[in-house]
Structures are given as structure tokens and as C-alpha cells.
């Protein structure tokens, strides 16, 4: 029975009743060494009546194994893999070595963790010590609790204090603080009833409520000192950290055990896994066999085939207190008895004191399967260990520049610069050195130092110039002096791509990009438009390029084009569940879809974006379609939701400097604002966004969407003379591109402009042009404004003809104070009959149930839907429940005949 615990027990068991509910959820449980974590979790799992119950713990010698401690936790289950979809499954078997490595990446991975967890359910997953995760398996597992919904499976972890970051941060966290002095009396009389009165004080007092400390402190006293009669006392280490303290005290038991029980002891703490087997095999190398002893002392137990130890402490405390040539000697003897494999390379790494070449080509093969399981981080540190080993230069160096780009891809930024620092110390060849620069590219642009990024790719680039490596290279500097704002950079870096190859799609496509920036639009738009156009023909094959592709569309104004590549790319990521890129895809297509007046499809698929960056731990992103949500709010009217979403993102983005997320966030308030009339703090709020970014042609470009917001707030505040920069500078932009809808925006905002005798041929024209097609949005706002201007003018048969479209519009978009201005404009030409607001079933639906309904609709199985959505098949279950009564069916069979 645990004492003093009852409220975290409450907690624990109240997530144990909501999964046998069918609800889902995680949590990690944190405090110090010894604060009481692993029996909160015991008492969990035995609390788990009903549920199924599978766990393990962390091992911190495989925290550069990947997926090891995820093979640990699934191994029993592993027979479930068929019931899950064959490409998640293959992935997962790929992961664990027991097939073929799939290409999907580690987020699939993830999801088919996910889907086994909600095959198993209703489940507890217990994850201990989870500070020592590899870095591979928490990533999967912090990837599935984030996507937990209604599978009935709890996700405990148990994460110890001081630990630093783990990918588990972002999770739901109980943290544990020491027992009250009640409670830490309690447990002390309990495991120590003989301590003298003065003697119990002190261990109260030493144990700051730690139920560890508690318990173990005072073991490593004499009789003696039980008793009081000796003073001071030995566990006394003065200003160490409680844990230390501890960790002293079970050195202390096992400095009483005999020299072959210390070895054998030593043995089974380098030997992590607990294997029996191997710790025996491995002692016997060392000639002893001091099981029974070791088993007397209680430090460790034996368990069927493996062997626990008390605490990790007591393994901290073996270790260290052991001579070095004792552990160098006990890890050749575990490396002999495990044979070929990734823990036999890393144990002869420990032992191996100076350059062994053999001993890091076993390291540098153990680096290799790891890269084809995706395991990024332990490539990084199995070849960085290989690098320390290797005795040749050159292959020293190529060991670091790839060590480098390993931990680039497992996002350890930190460590990719530190690495790269080492590697760029010695003599490298051209490629070599090409590769090092693209890490330290790609650390400074993640870093926010985009002009770095892209001058550290130029340089690298002109050393290969003409290969692949450096038109890749090349192609990103274009990108990172777009997204830095430096003209310069980027028509640097595009005119070498365009030397070397002239010809390509995207080299003519980025040289636009360039040029755009710099001014050159007449110029720029029809080279940004080369690549939409091939990829449109289906030349363009790469994922990334087609990304590209679709927003060369986009800035260009070819909405309908960009359509089409983001929606193909969609479904193209989706079937070959590229997790990574979806967010941005999926981001991309919501932004066309609102242009083109999809407003439901872009919450939806903006929604699944923002939850898919969360879960893969993209914070910028995220905050990016949390400005991109708060611009769909706006239009539907939503100032709350809006502007919670929109606040916070923009002040992370200014503070970070990321100027387009600052600037989506400005514009979605400013519309909700603009929506509500309130125009002279449009006109401030938008023209202080303006000023912020005017030096920047990125800042310029992305504020063209905030032009006629502005032109409109600064007509209806009576400050016209505030209007004429917004509008010159959508000009310039819109003119180029030939777009009819633009044309028409920019006839709008000269009508606002002009004198009464010109306005009504301005508005007039401005309809003749969006009718020729393109974003119905901007047609509806001008459709609006010319049928207020023909109101106030006693023109009101003509303003009907204007206003009825307009509603029409705004109703089927759900741009509600857009639509409720219009139909009191209607109203006060005399038209009685404009409907009031209806709510359609659509709108009744969550973005999520949207989804579900549609592919269901389609004849897809729940299965299948999952699969596409990245979700649990008992999550689109309970989505379908939800969303038949608001739709008003029975059931699946009656879905093809609604109008989704």
C-alpha cells in the first residue's frame, strides 16, 4: 500500500475509468530519483481491472539503439501486426529488423504503434524510466498519445528529473514532490522500527520526503550508528544531491559483498537488458559465478530469464564504483558473449581506449542499419563513437560529415554543429566538404539564420559545381534568401542554378522567384509559373519540387492551378504516408482552398495539418496554421476563436523573427475587425504589420494579401490619402499575372477611391472582370460594396442584382458577417424576401467528422479512412457515431446520397 499518494492514485485511476469508457490519454509521471514513480505506475497496472496491461522501462545503454525499447514493449504483441494496415505494419517490422527497412520514415512508424495500440485496447501502456528511451521509440510513442482519441489506451511514462529534454515534453505531466512529515514517518517506521529517536530525526530530515532515501538511507548504517551511539552520521555527504546520497548508500551495501559478487554485480549492471543468460555467460568469462550472493544481498533479483536490479541507482552506484580496468575487462566479456550485433559493437566501443579500426567498422555497420530503420539519432552517435576509433584521417573525417547529417535528420541540432565544428578541422575533399556545409545550412535555417543558410549553401554549391549535390544546394539557398528577404542571395544562387542547369523546371521557376523579388514581375510570372505547369504534366516527380511547384501557383495568383498540385501532392503523401511533409502540404491546400471558397475543406484540412505538426514536434509550423485557422475563423466570423488562435503565434513569430507567420496572424484579426467595422484599427494594426516588414521583399510580398483590407479600412475611416501605397503595391504585384480576379480587385479599390461620376464604371468593370473567374470571395466583397454604392445612390433594383450573388456566396461559404450585411443591405433596398441565416447539416460537423464522412462516403472502410488520416479505426468509429444523428441518417449506406 503506497503512503501519502492518495490524490496521484486518484489521478491515475480516474484515466484507467475513462479507458474502460473508451476514452484514450497520456501521461507522464516526473520527479526525482527515488520520489516514488515506479510504484505510482505498479499501483496503476494493478488498478487496470478489465484492461489489457504490457510495459517496460528505458534502458540507458540502448538509448542509442533505435527502437529498442519499443521492440521491448510490442515483442509480446507482435502478432497483432496483421490486424493493422500492411504498409504500417511493414514498417514496424522493418523498424524491429524483423523485415525489410520501409521508406515511409519514423512518423510511419509511429502511426502503426498507434494503430497496434488501438488494435490492443482497452490497454495500459506503462513506459519506465523513459528519460532513457531511444530516441527512435519515443518519438513513435509521443507521436501515437498524441493522436490518441476514443481507442480506450492509456499512456503512462514514468520520467525522471533532471533528464534535460526527451521527446516526451509537451505531454500531460503529474509531477511528484517528496511526502509530507507525516507520511515520510509513516514509511520510516515501516522499514526501519529499530532507528534510535535522534537517529529517525536526522534521516527525516536527510530524505527531504523522498520515499527512496526513506527506505535505503539508513542501511548503510552500522549497528552502531542505528542505535545512535555514533556520530556523525555516514550518510551525511553534505551538500550532494539527494540522489547522490542514495546512490552512496547502495555502494556502500555492495562494497560489503565479495570481490567475485562485485564483478558479477558490475557485469550485470553494463548488461542493461537483464539477460540472464548473457550476464552468465559473461561472468563466466571473468571467472566468476557469485549469483546466489549477489541474489542475497537484495540488490538485484533474478526474474525467469533476466535480472532486475533494486533501482537504477544501485546500477549507477556498481558502476562507478568499479576500477576502469574492471569495467574495461566486463564489457570484452559481455561483447564475446553476445555475438555479432548492435550491443557487441557498442560494448567493444566502452572497452576500447585508443584507434582500433575493426572496432569502428563494427560501429560504422551498426550506424548503417540503424540509417535504414530510420534511426537517426543512433547513426549519429554510432558513427560519430566509430569516427573517435578511426585511426585513418580521411575515413575519420567522412565518418563525422556523415555522423553530421545523421543528426540533422533526428533534428539534434545542437549536436549536428558540435559534430560539424570537429569535421570542418580537418582536411576535407570537395564533396565532403559540400555535404558539411549543407549541415551547417540546414542548422543555421532552423536556427533562424537564414542569410547564413544561405551563403554557407552558395559557397558549398560553387566547390561541386554541376552535380546534384549543388543544384540541391542551390536550390534551398534560392528558397532560404526568399524566406530572409535578401534580393541579393537569392538572385545569386539562382543564376548559378540557371548556369548549370538552364533548362530545368525549377532552376527557370526559382530564377522567377528571384526576379519577383527584386521587382522584375513582368519577367518573373511567367518563369513562376514553368514548374506549376510540369507539374500539372506530371514531370515533376519529387514531393518537395511539386511543393514548390504549387506555390509558384500560389504567388503567382493561379489558384485553381495550385489546386490541383497541392491536392494531388495530398493524396500523393498520404498513400505513401509522408508524415513529415504532410503539414506543409496539407497547409499549402487550405490556403488555396479558402481562395477558392472551400472554406469547410480548409478548416479541415488546415485542422489535420496543425494536429499533424504538433504531433512530429514542428512548433513553427503549427503556429503557422494556427494564423492560417484564425484567417478561416475570421471569414466565418468566429473574433474569439480568432483571436486565440492568432495572439499567441504572432508574438512566438516576432519573437523568433519569422515574419510570414507574424504577418497571416495580422491579417486574419484584421479582417475579423474589418468584418466588424472597426477601421481605423484595421488601417493601424495592418499598416504597423507594413512597416515592420517594408525593407523585406518576403514582408512585401506576403502583405499583397493585405492590400485591399487596407484600401477598404482607410476609404471607410475617411483617410483615402492612407489607401494609395496598399494599393500601388497590389498593383504592381496584380498586374503582371493577368488574373482576372485580381484585375477586378484592384477595379474595386479604385471605385472606394474615386469620385462619384467615375465609381460606377470602376465597380462595373470590376464585376466584368471577376467574372471571367477566381476566388468568389473577392467577388462577393465587391459585389457587396458596388450594391451598397447603387443603395446609397436609390439605384435598388440594380444593388439587388449585386447583392443577391453576394449573400449567395457569403451563405455557402459561411462568411456570416459578411452574409448578414449583405441581407440587411437587401432588406434596405425593399427586398423583404433575403432568407434569414439557415445552418446547414455541414456546418453541424466537426472539420474531423467532415473528413470521416466524406472518405466514408466513398465506400472506404473504417480501416482504410484510418490509414488516410493518420487515425485509429475505433476513432473514425466513434466519428461516424457522432455525425449520423447530425446529419440526420442512420447509418454509412445512406452517406453517397447527401451533398458533401
Not at 576 to 584: D, F, H, K, R, W
Request: charge should be negative; proline fraction near 5%.
Amino acid at each position: 500500500m503506497l503512503v501519502g499518494r492518495s490524490t496521484e492514485q486518484a489521478v491515475l485511476e480516474a484515466l484507467i475509468t475513462t479507458a474502460r469508457d473508451g476514452e484514450s490519454g497520456a501521461l507522464v509521471v516526473r520527479g526525482q530519483a527515488g520520489i516514488g514513480k515506479t510504484a505510482l505506475l505498479d499501483h496503476a497496472a494493478a488498478a487496470a481491472e478489465g484492461l489489457r496491461v504490457i510495459r517496460t522501462e528505458g534502458v540507458e545503454f540502448e538509448a542509442e539503439l533505435p527502437f529498442a525499447g519499443l521492440h521491448l514493449l510490442l515483442g509480446p504483441v507482435l502478432d497483432h501486426l496483421d490486424a493493422i494496415p500492411a504498409r504500417q505494419a511493414a514498417a514496424l517490422r522493418g523498424a524491429f529488423g524483423l523485415g525489410p527497412a520501409d521508406q515511409g520514415g519514423r512518423f510511419l512508424v509511429g502511426l502503426a504503434v498507434l494503430s497496434v495500440l488501438a488494435e490492443l485496447g482497452p490497454l495500459l501502456c506503462v513506459v519506465d524510466d523513459a528519460q532513457w528511451l531511444d530516441r527512435a521509440s519515443a518519438e513513435a510513442l509521443t507521436f501515437a498519445a498524441r493522436r490518441l482519441q476514443r481507442e480506450g489506451v492509456i499512456l503512462l511514462f514514468g520520467v525522471r528529473d533532471g533528464a534535460g529534454a526527451t521527446r516526451l515534453d509537451g505531454l500531460p505531466e503529474l509531477p511528484l514532490w517528496g511526502l509530507d512529515r507525516d507520511a515520510s514517518a509513516t514509511l520510516l517506521s515501516r522499514h526501519g522500527a529499530d532507528l534510535a529517536p535522534t537517529v529517525r530525526d536526522r534521516i527525516l530530515a536527510e530524505s527531504e520526503g523522498n520515499p527512496l532515501a526513506l527506505i535505503e538511507l539508513h542501511t548503510a548504517l552500522t549497528p552502531e550508528q542505528r542505535g545512535g551511539a555514533v556520530q556523525p552520521l555516514s550518510f551525511n555527504l553534505g551538500p550532494l544531491p539527494l540522489p547522490a546520497r542514495v546512490q552512496q548508500a547502495f555502494g556502500t551495501q555492495a562494497a560489503r559483498l565479495s570481490e567475485d559478487a562485485r564483478t558479477f554485480l558490475l557485469v550485470a549492471a553494463l548488461e542493461e537488458t537483464g539477460d540472464l543468460d548473457i550476464v552468465l555467460r559473461a561472468a563466466a568469462t571473468l571467472g566468476t559465478a557469485a549469483l546466489d550472493e549477489v541474489e542475497r544481498s537484495g540488490l538485484v533479483s533474478p526474474n525467469g530469464t533476466t535480472l532486475s536490479f533494486k533501482h537504477p541507482l544501485v546500477r549507477a552506484a556498481v558502476i562507478q564504483d568499479s576500477p576502469l580496468t574492471t569495467r574495461f575487462a566486463a564489457h570484452r566479456a559481455l561483447a564475446e558473449a553476445l555475438g555479432p550485433s548492435d550491443r557487441r559493437a557498442w560494448h567493444l566501443a566502452a572497452a576500447t581506449t585508443g584507434p582500433d579500426e575493426q572496432v569502428a567498422a563494427e560501429l560504422a555497420d551498426t550506424a548503417e542499419q540503424a540509417a535504414t530503420r530510420a534511426g537517426h539519432a543512433a547513426q549519429a552517435a554510432a558513427l560519430e563513437r566509430a569516427a573517435e576509433l578511426t585511426p585513418d584521417p580521411e575515413r575519420r573525417a567522412a565518418r563525422l560529415v556523415g555522423a553530421a547529417e545523421a543528426a540533422v535528420l533526428a533534428g539534434d541540432l545542437d549536436r549536428a554543429a558540435s559534430i560539424a565544428r570537429r569535421a570542418a578541422k580537418s582536411n576535407l575533399d570537395p564533396l565532403p566538404a559540400a555535404r558539411l556545409a549543407h549541415v551547417l545550412a540546414s542548422v543555421e535555417f532552423e536556427r533562424g539564420s537564414l542569410r547564413t543558410a544561405a551563403r554557407t549553401l552558395i559557397a558549398g554549391a560553387d566547390a561541386i559545381a554541376g552535380t546534384g549535390k549543388s543544384i540541391a544546394m542551390l536550390a534551398e539557398a534560392v528558397r532560404d534568401g526568399y524566406f530572409a528577404g535578401e534580393t541579393a542571395l537569392a538572385a545569386e544562387a539562382a543564376a548559378k542554378l540557371s548556369a548549370i542547369a538552364p533548362a530545368s523546371p525549377i532552376a527557370i521557376s526559382l530564377d522567377g522567384l528571384a526576379r519577383m523579388m527584386a521587382g522584375d514581375l513582368t519577367e518573373a510570372v511567367p518563369r513562376m509559373r514553368t514548374l506549376t505547369e510540369a507539374a500539372l504534366a506530371g514531370q515533376v516527380p519529387g514531393l518537395g519540387e511539386r511543393l514548390i511547384a504549387g506555390s509558384m501557383g500560389l504567388l503567382t495568383g493561379d489558384d485553381e492551378s495550385a489546386f490541383d498540385v497541392f491536392d494531388r501532392l495530398v493524396s500523393d503523401a498520404r498513400d505513401s504516408s509522408q508524415i513529415g511533409m504532410l503539414p506543409n502540404a496539407l497547409e499549402h491546400l487550405a490556403i488555396t482552398e479558402v481562395f477558392l471558397s472551400r472554406r469547410r475543406d480548409a478548416s479541415a484540412h488546415a485542422e489535420e495539418a496543425m494536429r499533424l505538426a504538433e504531433s512530429i514536434g514542428h512548433p513553427h509550423r503549427t503556429d503557422h496554421l494556427r494564423c492560417v485557422l484564425a484567417w478561416i475563423a475570421a471569414i466565418a466570423g468566429d473574433e474569439e476563436t480568432c483571436r486565440t488562435l492568432a495572439e499567441p503565434a504572432i508574438d512566438r513569430a516576432l519573437s523568433s523573427g519569422i515574419v510570414r507567420t507574424a504577418v497571416w496572424g495580422t491579417m486574419a484579426i484584421g479582417l475579423t475587425e474589418l468584418s466588424q467595422g472597426r477601421y481605423d484599427r484595421v488601417l493601424d494594426r495592418l499598416e504597423t504589420a507594413t512597416r515592420a516588414t517594408q525593407d523585406r521583399p518576403l514582408g512585401a510580398m506576403n502583405l499583397i494579401s493585405l492590400a485591399a483590407d487596407q484600401v477598404e479600412a482607410a476609404v471607410r475611416s475617411g483617410q483615402p490619402d492612407r489607401a494609395r501605397e496598399p494599393l500601388r503595391r497590389f498593383e504592381q504585384w496584380a498586374v503582371p499575372t493577368q488574373r482576372p480576379w485580381a484585375a477586378g480587385v484592384i477595379l474595386r479599390c479604385k471605385a472606394l477611391l474615386a469620385t462619384d461620376d467615375k465609381q460606377d464604371r470602376l465597380f462595373a468593370e470590376a464585376v466584368a472582370m471577376h467574372e471571367q473567374g477566381g476566388r468568389p470571395f473577392e467577388r462577393a466583397r465587391t459585389d457587396l460594396l458596388y450594391g451598397e454604392w447603387l443603395r446609397r445612390d436609390q439605384r435598388k433594383a440594380e444593388a439587388r442584382s449585386r447583392l443577391r450573388p453576394a449573400l449567395e456566396t457569403f451563405e455557402r461559404m459561411g462568411a456570416t458577417p459578411w452574409a448578414d450585411r449583405a441581407r440587411a443591405e437587401l432588406r434596405a433596398t425593399g427586398d423583404t424576401s433575403a432568407p434569414l441565416r439557415t445552418e446547414s447539416a455541414l456546418d453541424k460537423l466537426t472539420p474531423q467528422e467532415l473528413q470521416v464522412v466524406r472518405l466514408a462516403a466513398r465506400g472506404l472502410s473504417n480501416r482504410d479512412i484510418a490509414a488516410q488520416l493518420f487515425l485509429s479505426p475505433r476513432t473514425i468509429g466513434h466519428h461516424l457515431y457522432k455525425a449520423f444523428p447530425k446529419l440526420g441518417i442512420a447509418g454509412r449506406g445512406e452517406l453517397p446520397h447527401l451533398n458533401l
